[in-house]
């Protein structure tokens, strides 16, 4: 099974700050999703990537994927309390199809007012 | 449509006892996966259907777990003989044929006490 490590575990901010978290693998992915989890929800998705060096804009959200496809990023500008939420990366597991999808751990995100 | 809705959204049981969630996909959506997360995880995947067909099981689906999609719809996960191990979120999604993206319901929190 191909492992999705995401950093920082943990990030809290105030709100109008910029952040970005990571998600990175030593394993090649053919795509990487990005969801967001609320509390007691389940996660939502927000993009996907598929090309090394792909870069997609969500309003304040950048997405970014790596050129070898092997890490990823998500970059906010000027954040506010609604971006609160767990930040999971996730990409199709190739030794079991591109049906099922590995998670990282997630990066907690706390927008402070 | 919606979108994926799983009942019940929380389940407290004694351990020893049987439980059964049931999800209902997106009604386009041929593709239904069950994943499990416990506090401070990713999702973990359990099962996949493709139609009413299971094509893969995860070897964390122990003898005491069983999934079925009857007719192709919706979906049910039972879990016998509950252990306190058992408790966490578990998660229904759903995605079509083509596309890499899911859609998950909100979940069924299951505490075993």
């Known amino acids: 099974t191909q492992l999705l490590e995401q950093s920082p575990q943990f990030l809290s901010i105030q709100e109008g700050e910029n952040l970005t978290v990571y998600c990175n693998s030593s394993s090649v992915f053919s795509s990487l999703q990005w969801y967001r989890q609320e509390p007691g929800e389940g996660p939502v998705l927000l993009v996907t990537v598929v090309t090394g060096g792909e870069v997609k804009k969500l309003k304040r959200l950048t997405f970014q994927f790596g050129d070898a496809r092997k890490d990823s990023s998500l970059h906010i500008t000027a954040a506010q309390t609604g971006d609160t939420g767990l930040y999971l990366c996730a990409g199709p597991d190739s030794g079991a199809g591109s049906y099922q999808l590995t998670f990282g751990k997630g990066t907690k995100l706390s927008v402070i007012p | 449509d919606t979108g994926v809705s799983q009942n019940p959204r929380h389940k407290i049981t004694k351990r020893g006892q049987n439980v059964t969630f049931r999800c209902d996909p997106i009604?386009?959506?041929?593709?239904l996966y069950w994943y499990r997360q416990t506090l401070g995880q990713g999702p973990e995947f359990l099962t996949y259907f493709q139609n009413e067909a299971q094509l893969e099981k995860s070897r964390l689906l122990s003898d005491r777990f069983s999934a079925e999609r009857p007719k192709g719809s919706f979906s049910t996960l039972e879990i016998q003989r509950t252990e306190q191990g058992d408790s966490a979120m578990y998660l229904c999604?759903?995605?079509?044929?083509?596309?890499?993206?899911?859609?998950f319901g909100s979940g069924t929190r299951l505490t075993v006490v």
């Open positions: 009604s386009e959506h041929n593709r």
């Open positions: 999604a759903s995605s079509p044929a083509t596309g890499i993206g899911y859609t």
